[in-house]
Structures are given as C-alpha cells and as structure tokens.
C-alpha cells in the first residue's frame, strides 16, 4: 500500500510530465506547422514552459518528498524504482544552477542560428566562436554536476544514465576493425547492386499511403498517433496516448520517407507501450537515448531491411508503385542494403554508420579534454574521414558542420545511436530465442509477437533498470558488440557474394 507521500510524490510528478507534454507539442508545432513569424513568441512560451519543469524539478518541496520517501525505504519494486530514477534526477537538476542553465539556453539559439548561416555558406569560421562558448559552458555544466575519469562522462549521463566513456571506447574499438573489414570487402566485392531503381519516381501522395499501411501494420497505433511532414524527422509525445512521428518525402528517392517511418514508428512504438495506468510516475519513461535507438533501429533495420519482410511487402509495393513493376525482389533487397561510405551521416548505410558515430565520439571527446582546440576541427574531422572511410569532404557544409547537434553544444549524445545498433542486435537474436520462428512470422505480416515480446521485456519496465541491467536481464548476457557484428557479416556478406 503506497504512503500518502508517495501519492503526493506522484502527482507532484504528473504535473511536470504535463508540462512535459505541452513542451513537446510547442516544439512539435514548431517544426510542422507554425507560420515564420510566430517563431518570436514561440522561443518565450518555450522558455516559459521551460522554466516552470526547471523550478519544478528542483524545488525543495521536490526534495522534502524524496527525502521523505528514502526513510520510509519503499519494499514495492516499482515504487523504489520511482524513487531511485527521481532522486537522480533532482540531484542533476539542483547542481545546475538557474544562471547557467539560462546562459545554456541562449548559447544554443544563439549557436543554432549562426550555424544554420555557417552551414548554408560553409564557413566553419562563423560557427566557430559560438561553439567555443558552448563548449566552455558545457565544460562548465560538467564540473558543476560532477565527474571522476573526465569531464565527457557526467555530460552523457544526460542521455546514457551510468555510461562511461572508457566501456563505450572499448566497445567501438572492438567494433571498427570488424566494420572496416566488412566495409572494404563490400567495396571489393564483383557483385554490387543497382542503386538506380531507389531513385524511381514514386508520387509522394502515394508514398503516404504506403508508409500509413507499413506503419500500421508493424503496431504503430494511430488512434495513438499521427504522422505529419518536417525538414529533420523526429518522434515527440504528449503522452503514450499521444504519440507524434515526422517524415519527409523526396518523389525520387522513396526509401527516405519509408526507412524514416519505419524508424520513427519503432521510437514512437516504444513510447505507446509504456503502461498508461502509471504516466507522469518517474520511472514511466524511456530508459535512454540507446535503448530508444534500439528500438527504432530494430524495426527499421532487423525488420525492414530483412528479406522475409520484403517476401510479405514487395508485392504490395509494386502495386502501388507501378515504376518499380519490372525490378526484382532480390535487385530491390540488394538495393535498399547498399554499403557505400559517403560523407554525410543521416544518409549512412547500416554498415558505414558506426563509423561516422566513432568519428564524432572521439572529436567531442578531445574537445572536451582540450585536446583538440576548435580552430583544428575541421581538419580533423576531414582526416579522421579519410582515414576512417576513405572519403574527404570538399567543404565543411558536408563535413563538420553537417549535423545540428554541435550548433546546441549537445555532446555525449552522438554514441547512443551507435549503442542503439548494439542492443538492438542483442535484443532481435534473444526475440528470435523466444519467438521460434520469427523470419516466417515477419514473412507473413505477423507482428504481434514481436512488439508483445518488446513490449513485455523492454517497453513496460520504463526506467526501472539501466541500459546495461536491461540488457543483462533481457538477453542474460552484458552489452557486446559481437551479436550485431554476427547479424551485419550473416547479411552483407551472402549479398556482396563474399560468403
Ligand atoms: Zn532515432
């Protein structure tokens, strides 16, 4: 029987979570619908919300309860999860203190704007001293929350609750040699597909429908949900009732829209499955930015790149569009599963990914070290491109100043995509384990076991366990790169004629 305090606790939190969810319908608009000019009002009621969640989170009233709550040592599993997630969260929340979280804040839409203007000229110099500034106040922010090993960690922990940035190195260093083998004998290899057939006009009004019928049919519930149209895709939610998923369309290049929904059902899946009976309690959330990527990459990815899939879709595809009619299954599978290092991250295939994700890791990581001084990171990431994917960016729009997550001096963010391919291996060969045969479930449109078993393994404990302790508990065995290594050689390999 939970204690009065406990039920005051809970509906303290249920109001930040409300104010988390017209946070996020602000943003979403933002990025979907709202005319140009009212971006001016917008920025204030989006630092109005935000200061209300920040007063909130780290009110005393906040703290009285916690402190409360850890006499009373709650025996309930669920209750002491609540409990362990909120006191983390409030011990980050008072070490920031308001100035420099306002300071935060208008570096970044300071940063963000001279990075769009740097981006569109490709004049690294513009961005330059912004990023100079976020990254002092982020060094800042690291010291004032605290960290052992380096400055790095405590700022990941943001996104990777209990990563360290020594276990991730030595993850991906165990992993690039695997994907730069893989990489060079796809490059190698005689047999290569034909990318052409992806650039085929498929009418957008047509890709809409396909992509509503896949998502559909993979779980995504849209009594739940709705898809809309913005610049960078993304998944956002006012609750799990509530879940809003982006795309964007290109008439000749459908893959875009259709990866893009697959991708962004799998997070938005994710959020639907949490359990609504406990929304706004702390531990009723996402456990991490890699979990979440595990999610959207399994779907994308282990689902649907996979041939069984393609066995129960193709059809359907080719119907509805006619100008793919005379392409094979085996010439559209190869196509959409292309290895090809190239500049530019968002565009990366499965197997060139990672490395794109390690190159980031290791400059943010030496920035924040001050081993790499701002004025020197162009250069250096035109190197670490040549030596990493043999490929040299003609200019810094394609090269540094390719993704928005610098212009916001968000750093330790960039390796939980990666780390979301690594659980996502473990998590789809342990479904395999306890689904029997999961290729003919997925080859004749049957999800339903699949999300079930998601759903019972991942999506309803929200954070009641880290990444790590999910993945353990899951799969019975600790994080490893070996199982998604296994899954890319057991694919790429057959494709390219290299088994
Ligand atoms: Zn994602």
Same mark, same amino acid.
């Given at each position: ?33 709202? @005319? ?65 979280? %306002? ?68 993850? /991906? ?19 290569? @597909? ?25 779980? /995504?519930?849209?009594?739940? =949900? ?41 997070? =938005?899946?994710?959020?639907? =499955? ?44 080719? %119907? ?13 599978? /190869? ?58 960016? @003609? ?15 968000? /750093? ?78 057991? %694919?790429? %390999? ?6």
């Amino acid at each position: 029987m939970a204690s009065k305090t406990y039920e005051q606790f809970i509906a303290y939190n249920q109001e930040a979570r409300l104010l988390h969810g017209i946070q996020s319908l602000l943003d979403w608009d933002q990025e979907t619908y709202m @005319p140009k000019r009212g971006a001016d009002t917008r920025a204030r009621h989006l630092s109005l919300v935000a200061g209300l969640m920040h007063e909130r989170r780290s009110s005393d009233e906040l703290g009285n309860m916690i402190a409360t709550l850890e006499k009373e040592a709650p025996e309930d599993p669920v209750e002491a999860a609540d409990l362990r997630v909120a006191r983390r969260d409030f011990d980050r929340a008072v070490k920031l203190p308001t100035d420099l979280v %306002k300071r935060i804040a208008e570096a970044q839409s300071r940063g963000k704007t001279a990075w769009i203007e740097a981006r569109a000229e490709s004049d690294f110099s513009k961005f330059a001293p912004h990023l100079q500034t976020l990254m002092d106040l982020r060094r800042e922010m690291a010291d004032k929350l605290g960290w052992t090993t380096e400055p790095y960690d405590a700022l990941m922990d943001e996104y990777e609750p209990g990563a360290k940035a020594a276990e991730v190195q030595a993850v /991906f260093d165990a992993l690039r040699p695997e994907l730069v083998a893989l990489v060079q004998a796809t490059q190698d290899a005689p047999r290569q @597909p034909d990318l052409s057939i992806l650039k085929r006009s498929c009418p957008v009004e047509l890709q809409k429908t396909f992509n509503e019928q896949i998502a559909r049919a993979i779980g /995504f519930d849209f009594d739940a =949900g709705r898809i809309d149209i913005s610049v960078h895709p993304f998944c956002t939610e006012t609750s799990m009732n509530d879940v809003r998923l982006t795309t964007r369309y290109d008439e000749h290049y459908m893959p875009m829209s259709l990866f893009g929904i697959m991708h962004e059902a799998g997070h =938005g899946m994710y959020e639907q =499955g949490l359990p609504s009976e406990r929304f706004g309690s702390p531990a009723c959330a996402s456990v991490s930015l890699g979990i979440h990527e595990s999610q959207s990459r399994l779907w994308e990815n282990q689902v649907g790149r996979s041939r069984p899939f393609w066995e129960r879709f193709y059809g359907d595809l080719q %119907k509805t569009f006619t100008s793919l009619a005379d392409v094979s299954l085996d010439d559209w599978y /190869f196509a959409i599963n292309n290895v090809r290092p190239s500049l530019i991250r968002v565009e990366a295939d499965e197997v060139t990914y990672g490395l794109h994700i390690m190159l980031r890791f290791d400059l943010e990581r030496q920035m924040m070290q001050g081993k790499l001084a701002v004025a020197d990171v162009p250069q250096a990431w035109n190197d670490a491109m040549q030596s990493g994917l043999g490929v040299t960016p @003609p200019n810094d729009r394609e090269g540094c100043l390719q993704d928005v997550h610098w212009s916001l001096g968000i /750093f330790g963010y960039f390796p939980t995509y990666q780390l979301g391919n690594i659980f996502a291996a473990q998590f789809f060969d342990k479904a395999r384990q306890d689904l029997g045969n999961l290729d003919d479930q997925i080859r004749r449109g049957e999800f339903a076991p699949l999300l079930g078993w998601l759903r019972e393994n991942i999506h309803v404990h929200g954070r009641r366990f880290d990444s790590n302790e999910l993945v353990e508990r899951v799969t019975g065995n600790k994080v490893s790169h070996e199982p998604y290594v296994a899954a890319l050689n057991a %694919k790429f %390999k057959p494709l390219y004629g290299l088994a």
